[in-house]
């Protein structure tokens, strides 16, 4: 089996999770899609997130209906840091050590994969799709994947690129839209515009 992992805060999750996804399985040839909501994401202390139990709820309410897309939240029970390389591992251990990963993450995180923990194991755990909008400079993608890829005991090439169209959204955005009273209906899925607003998140 071919799984897909998506990591994110999902704070809120939006169309362009979800897009890029989608875009990921199609391209890939993967089985299945997996969100996984972070509970502490070592790169954002600084900011408070939503209690994760919002987090999981909306990217639940977000794949209902498509039966390829699902949500795992293995990082938000587990204690500590939420590290990939511990994801990866337990979903191994969770799906069989025949399962193949792919690690769904934008371009720029990529970039930094070398700076996470344990990056020669999460290269062996994992393949890598770096996702990027149509047009993106991937000059700096191209000129690190030599090293990405001859790195740890990992063989052969780990990381991959795929373009996704472009998609103006982020989470920021949208949070900050709420707190102004801006319109954020359509770069979510309705049933997350619903449960935003319902529960007056992000005000
Ligand atoms: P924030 O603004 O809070 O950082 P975000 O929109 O970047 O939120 P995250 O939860 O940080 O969302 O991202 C989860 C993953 O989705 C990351 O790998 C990120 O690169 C990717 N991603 C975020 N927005 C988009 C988008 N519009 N299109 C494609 N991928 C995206
Ligand atoms: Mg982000």
């Known amino acids: 089996m ?5 990591g994110g805060t999902f704070d809120p999750i ?13 391209e890939f040839g993967l089985h299945r899609i997996l969100f996984v909501p972070s ?8 900011r408070r997130n939503s209690p994760a ?25 587990r204690e500590g840091l939420s590290y990939t390389v511990d994801t990866l591992r ?4 969770m799906h069989g050590a025949a399962t193949e990963l792919y690690f769904i993450t934008g ?12 990056p020669a194991e999460l290269l062996a755990e994992a393949y890598f799709i770096a ?13 690190a994947l030599p090293a990405l890829n001859s790195h740890g005991e990992a063989a052969g090439s ?14 920021t955005d949208i949070r900050d839209r709420v707190a102004a009273g801006r319109p954020f209906r359509y770069l979510v899925p309705d049933p997350v515009w619903s449960y935003i607003t319902e529960k007056r998140l992000y005000l």
């Open 158 to 171: 780990r990381v991959f690129t795929l373009e996704v169209p472009a998609l103006a959204i982020s989470s």
């Open 14 to 26: 939006h169309m362009g999770h979800l897009v890029t996804g989608e875009e990921a399985r199609y």
């Open 53 to 77: 139990a919002d987090r999981v709820r909306m990217a639940e309410l977000a794949v209902e209906g498509n039966s390829h897309l699902g949500v795992s939240d293995i990082e938000v029970r």
């Open 107 to 118: 371009a720029d995180a990529i970039l930094e994969i070398l700076t996470w923990k344990d």
């Open 90 to 93: 337990a979903l191994h251990v």
């Open 131 to 143: 996702a990027t909008r149509p047009g993106y400079p991937l000059e700096r993608l191209h000129e």
């Open 2 to 6: 071919k799984l897909g992992v998506m």
């Open 39 to 46: 509970a502490r994401p070592p790169h954002k202390k600084e």
